[in-house]
Structures are given as C-alpha cells and as structure tokens.
C-alpha cells in the first residue's frame, strides 16, 4: 500500500460535502457545455474524405459560402451599369448661345461658314453625350463598361468610350477639319471650350432601383439534399461543392430546433461525460492519493482546474477570435505538479482536456497535442524555484505541441505542403506557449487562496537574511546554528528518501524560534551560567516545553506559512523533556512524578518532512554530547535515538516507512561522520631545526 494512503474516517456531513461537490461540479459544467452540434469531421477541399460514408438525414439546402455570396453582391457593385438622364435643352441652349455670340461677337472676324459648321458639330457631340470629368473617372475606377442613358421613355445602351467629357468634346469637335479652311489660330478665337459642359445626370433612383433587382436575383443556395441522399464516399476528394454541401450540412444541424426528446438525450449524455470524469479523478485519488481527500485545500485545486478550462472553452466555442489551442491548459499540470505531485497532475489534466474536447471541432487531434504537452510540462518542470526553469519548461512544451500537432496532421492525410497548411493553430499554440508565462505571476495568488507553500517561498524563507533568522542568530546564536545544522541534515535526508528538500530544510531553520525569548535557558545558548539551577524540575521543564508554544506565536506574529508552523508543533511530538523527568523523579523516588507537566504538547509528525526533522533535531542535538567521537559511537547514537523514536509511536501517523527510517540512518550516520572527523595533528620541528 502507498504511504499516502491511509483509511479515513469521514463523518457523515464530509460525505455529504464531497457529494454535493460532485453534484455542483456537474450541474456547472452540463449548464455551460453547448447545446448545439458540434463538428466531428475535419475536412478541406482537394483532400480524401477519411470517414465512413456519409447520408443525409434531414432535407436541406446547399448554401453558397460566405465568400461565394460577397464576391457575387461585388461584381454588383463593382460592374452594374448606371442609369443617366440626356437633358436636350442643354443641347438646345448651347446651339442659341453659340449662334448668338457668332452674330454679336465674331462675325467680321471669323469666316461666315464657321456658324453653321461648328452648329452642327456641338449639336453631332451633345446628341452623343457629354458627362463630367469625375463621373468618367469614376466609371473607369470601377472598371464599368456600359451606361444607360434615358431619353423620354427610351433608355439605350452605350459603351464608356462612346461618351465625351468636356475636354475629350473640345478634342473631338476640333479634329478632323480642313486646316485650311478652318486654320487654328482662327478656331482657337471662337473659344469653343465655352460651349461645352456636361448633358449627362446621373439617375439615382433609376440605378438603386435596378440594382436591387438585379440582387434579387441572386439566390444564396447552390442546390439542395434530400433525405437519404449520399453526400460523400469515404476516400472521395472534396471537391468545393461537397465541401459546401458538408458546410451545409452543419449548419443545418446547429439551427435546427431540437426535440424534447433530443434535448434530454443530448443532457443526458453530458451529464454521465462530466459525472463519469468526476468519478474517474475521485476513484484515482481515492486508490493512489487519498490523503488529498483529507485536505480541502488540495480538493479545491483540483476542482478549480476541472471547472476553469471546461468554462473557459464552452464559453469561447462561438468566438472567432479565440482558437481553444489558445488557451495554456498546461498551468493546470504545472500547478498540480508543483503543490502535489507529478502523477496527479498528469491525471488531472487529462481528465480536464477530456471535459473540454467536446467543445472542439477535431477533439482527438486536440486530445493528443494537450495530453502530450502536458506530459512534457510535468516531466521539464519539478518545483519551479526559478523563472529559467520556467522559460524552459515553455520552450519544451512549445516545440512538442508543434511537433505533435504536424504529426498528426502528416499521418491523417491532411498535410499537403508547408505553403497549403492552415497555420491559424499553429499561431494559437505559440501564443500559448507565451500565456504560460502567466504561471510565474499566478504562483503567490494560488498560495494566499488555497493556503499552499511553492518552493520559491521556500527559497526566500531560507535566506539567512530574513528578519526572523537574522533576529534568531542575534539573541539565540548557538540555537541558529543548531538549525543550520538539522536544516542541511534534514535536507540530506530528504533528497536520499524522496521527501521534500526545500520544505524539510526551510522547517528546519524556523523549527526552534520559539527559543528567542528565553535564550539563556537552553544550553546551546549558555555560557558557563546555567539559570536552571534555581528553578525546580518542573519549572525548567515548562519553560523547555513552553518554546513549542512561543514558536507557534512568533511563527503567527511573522505570518509564517501554515506548513511551516507544522514543522513548529511536531518536532517534538509528544515525547518528554527527559533529563527534568529523571531528575524529578530521582530527587523524590518515593513518589509518583506525573509525567504529563514533562511532555510536549505535540502533535506527533503528519508528514514525511516532519518526521524527518524529528529524527535530525534529536540526533544532531545529542551528537554535542558525545565525548569519544568514532564511527561506532555515531552509529550507535542514530540507532538509538531513531529507534527509541520509532518504539515510541511517533511516526505512526506519519507515512514514513521502515526502508525510509533504515535510509535516513545511514545518512545521519555518514553526515554526522564528516562534521566530527577527526583532524590531523601536525608535527612540531624538533633539535636545531627550530
């Protein structure tokens, strides 16, 4: 059996609260899952399709694709022919104008056959039509070849290059003449220009009128399917119109008004999903780590994961702006790992991608590069002690997601070429990559929320520098360096039996604190004056054990992490302060000393980190008392000390086993061999070398 596992005795109210945990979870996620169909098939036009032949069930229309539609209501706008009104009596006053200025103005001047020839000309142009100059540009913009021009009740149909502008009219009225019998210099005198402006109005009505008839025409369906129709083969190509068939098809199925009975069967369906992956998690932690199940701090992380990225991924399912490969589901491994272990948060997380993949449009495609990634997040990342490991850790998981999200793609079929391939995941799973950045700054909220201590905590607790060590190593100094010297046994012992080192080493430090107010009174800290000798056994003893309670104080006043505090209460136990009791006892042997006014008030060790530091506390202290320092005297004093430990029941709610006390032994043993080896006596010169 592991030694997380330990039989819980639950009352019926813990039942209750961890049921209605379930419940809660549940009706959570079924509330928010979508309701809609969801697309299970992945496909692209020119590639096979990979499924078992597909039959219509219901009737529906082919549509035309958004693009197909926007480009058609474009050629409208773009290439429709306007309508233009001719006003003759443009024409007509311009005709009597020039007429009259050749009467008032010109004749003498200029040759009498001028009048009638430029008459009929002006009359030849206008009859043609004359037009601004920016309506012309704006036709030749548009690419618009053809006009309508509306005489009466008769509209005709020209192309662009047979209308004029003014200028283009001044051009046309002046070419092609006899220059001798119409030199230049004379033309350029009747300042023709001047009887040349525009006999075009553009027709609004008239145009938006027939432009809406003409999209009227257009029609948004391409076809239809009927039910039992055969809609594609397997191993078929998609050509575009199957692909607009099957484009159809889904959305069909999203808007069509589901049945009661659909409805029911569809939250049916959800409800067993999410109740089926509760259970999954809840029988995992109940098998392999049911001491999380004691804690509702390690409960309500696990929980807040399973309900956050489901939400978070129902909720954005609709978004066009946000891909579900955008979203960093690694923080959930990463934080599980950190606070828990490696193996829960592996489970963990697949359960939640589990959860979530339903919301996704290829969910075994997306299983497989979040489960991978996760994986390789756990297995890059152990404490998260510095922020280069975590920059590692993001590399890593960048490079397999992408390296597995293309294998897939390559074995499905579905990888044409690098220049064809749709990098909209890819670019979501990159800046994944970045939004995992967000775990350092999450690290010291989800520490102060679920009450957890994160190695960097850790680290920062251990610097000597703190104002409680500093203050530590200043009134209690030979207390300190007592904790100097369990912190770093503790943290050999640890490493070699797969305990917490960070956790066992910091305890360790902080795990005497509660010596400060009363230095004097412990011998570490004596020089050469006792002040036991004038108290009683039984007030010494009280102030021995009272340095439990102040730490726990101290500990509160400095806001020391819960765990920390532990370290505090158990290093002890409930064992005695054994030299009053004896001495208590030997001073009136006829009497019966309680032994309760000599023992700690405990608890005894709960973790392997405590029992650790309960075991390096006792025998680095007793190792100062040793006056003949050999191997043998070493060995002997560990075994004894540990033993007397374990026969005295200390460890039994601890989840330490005999192979761990057997480990820790021989690494007290050995550590304790270097810190008293014995030095080298140097020589003295002896005779005249001196």
């Avoid at 067993?272 to 804690?295: C, G, N, P, W």
């Avoid at 032994?595 to 060790?605: E, R, S």
Wanted: aromatic fraction near 10%; charged fraction near 20%.
């Amino acid at each position: 059996m592991s030694r997380y596992n330990h039989r819980h005795n639950w009352s019926r109210k813990d039942y209750i609260t961890r049921v209605l945990f379930i419940v809660g979870t549940v009706i959570v996620l079924v509330g928010l899952m979508p309701r809609d169909a969801m697309r299970i098939y992945h496909y692209n036009v020119g590639e096979p399709w990979d499924y078992a032949t597909l039959i219509a069930e219901d009737s529906f229309p082919v549509l035309k694709s958004e693009e197909a539609l926007r480009k058609e209501n474009d050629s409208i706008e773009r290439y429709f022919e306007p309508y233009y009104n001719v006003r003759h009596q443009v024409s007509d006053s311009i005709r009597n104008v020039w007429l009259s200025t050749f009467e008032n103005s010109l004749a003498g001047e200029v040759p009498l056959y001028f009048k009638e020839f430029f008459a009929e000309r002006l009359q030849e142009i206008y009859e043609q039509g004359i037009m601004t100059a920016d309506q012309m540009r704006s036709l030749e913009g548009r690419r618009i070849g053809m006009v309508h021009l509306i005489d009466g009740n008769v509209s005709s149909e020209y192309t662009v290059d047979e209308l004029y502008t003014p200028i283009t009219a001044y051009n046309a009225l002046t070419e092609d003449i006899d220059s001798v019998r119409f030199p230049p210099a004379v033309v350029r005198r009747c300042n023709l220009n001047r009887f040349l402006t525009s006999n075009l109005v553009y027709d609004e009505a008239k145009s938006i009128q027939q432009q809406q008839e003409v999209r009227r025409m257009i029609t948004p369906y391409l076809g239809a399917v009927v039910s039992g129709q055969k809609i594609v083969d397997r191993g078929q190509i998609v050509d575009e119109y199957t692909y607009a068939v099957l484009q159809s098809m889904e959305q069909h199925l999203s808007k069509r008004q589901k049945s009661v009975g659909e409805v029911i069967l569809t939250t049916v369906g959800q409800i067993l999903l999410v109740t089926t992956a509760m259970v999954i998690l809840l029988v995992y932690l109940q098998q392999f780590r049911s001491d999380y199940l004691e804690e509702k701090r390690y409960i309500s992380l696990i929980l807040t994961f399973f309900l956050l990225f489901p939400i978070l991924t129902f909720t954005l399912k609709h978004s066009v702006m946000v891909n579900a490969y955008l979203l960093p589901f690694c923080i959930t491994p990463i934080f599980v790992r950190i606070f828990m272990d490696s193996r829960t948060a592996f489970f963990t997380h697949i359960v939640v991608v589990l959860v979530s993949a339903v919301a996704v449009s290829q969910p075994a495609q997306f299983m497989v590069v979040q489960i991978v990634a996760g994986f390789t997040a756990i297995a890059s990342l152990r404490e998260l002690t510095q922020r280069s490991e975590l920059f590692r850790t993001i590399l890593l998981v960048l490079v397999v997601s992408v390296l597995t999200y293309v294998s897939i793609d390559v074995v499905t079929g579905r990888f044409v070429s690098f220049s064809e391939m749709d990098y909209s995941n890819l670019v979501c799973i990159a800046l994944n990559a970045l939004l995992l950045m967000v775990s350092y700054l999450l690290l010291i909220p989800i520490e102060k929320v679920f009450g957890f201590t994160s190695a960097v905590t850790l680290i920062e607790l251990s610097n000597a520098n703190t104002p409680l060590l500093r203050l530590m190593s200043e009134e209690a100094p030979g207390t300190f360096q007592h904790s100097m010297q369990v912190a770093n046994l503790c943290a050999a012992v640890a490493e070699r039996i797969g305990a917490k080192s960070h956790l066992a080493r910091t305890g360790a430090l902080y795990h005497d604190i509660g010596k400060i107010r009363h230095a004097a009174f412990y011998t570490e800290n004596q020089n050469g004056i006792n002040p036991h000798e004038r108290l009683t056994n039984e007030q010494s003893a009280s102030i021995i054990i009272s340095h439990v309670r102040e730490g726990l104080a101290v500990a509160e006043k400095y806001k020391l992490p819960e765990v920390i505090r532990g370290f505090i209460a158990t290093h002890h136990g409930t064992s005695m302060a054994r030299y009053f009791y004896v001495q208590a006892q030997n001073k009136c042997p006829d009497e019966v000393v309680d032994p309760a006014m000599f023992t700690y008030p405990g608890p005894n060790p709960q973790t392997l980190e405590q029992a650790v530091l309960m075991m390096c506390d006792a025998v680095e202290a007793a190792s100062r008392s040793l006056t003949d320092i050999t191997e043998q005297s070493i060995s002997d004093l560990v075994e004894r000390i540990v033993d007397s430990q374990v026969s005295g029941g200390f460890f039994k709610e601890s989840p330490i086993t005999f192979l761990d006390i057997a480990n820790a032994k021989e690494v007290l043993k050995s550590k304790l061999r270097i810190i008293y080896h014995t030095r080298i006596q140097y020589p003295e010169l002896q005779g005249s070398a001196k």
